[in-house]
């Protein structure tokens, strides 16, 4: 069963900068899957930030963020990252990891297509 926990959430002011992480463990080691963030605002559906093929490292990304959040994983480490820069106080929400089952396809940002998921972590931007 795959668990995953993450870190690095916090408050910071517009235009700051902050870097959350997920460690996953019991993951699959020889087939690829996707990894994505979600996040979830009081009052709002849950939205996908960010995925990324652990094979080739393809990354997705909401229209909203692009330019602005990395997605990166540290396979020695088993170790999702979100980078997330210019923040605006629109990202504020809970920020969670969901990883998926193997699978060969296009990752995608639905929330449904992931058959694991975090706890979260909460991201403050005044």
């Known amino acids: 069963h795959v668990q995953l926990v993450e870190s690095g959430g916090g408050s910071v002011q517009a235009g700051g900068s902050l870097r959350l992480s997920c460690v996953a463990s019991?993951?699959?080691?020889?087939?690829?899957?996707?990894m994505g963030w979600f996040r979830q605002a009081p009052g709002q559906e849950r939205e996908g930030v960010a995925a990324i093929d652990t094979g080739d490292g393809s990354a997705y990304y909401l229209n909203s963020v692009e330019g602005r959040f990395t997605i990166s994983k540290d396979n020695a480490k088993n170790t999702l990252n979100l980078r997330m820069n210019s923040l605006k106080p629109d990202d504020t929400a809970m920020y969670v990891c969901?990883?998926?089952?193997?699978?060969?396809?296009?990752?995608?940002?639905?929330?449904?297509?992931?058959?694991?998921w975090g706890q979260g972590t909460q991201v403050t931007v005044s």
């Open positions: 969901a990883s998926t089952r193997p699978y060969a396809g296009l990752c995608q940002l639905r929330a449904p297509f992931y058959d694991y």
């Open positions: 019991n993951t699959y080691t020889f087939e690829n899957y996707c």
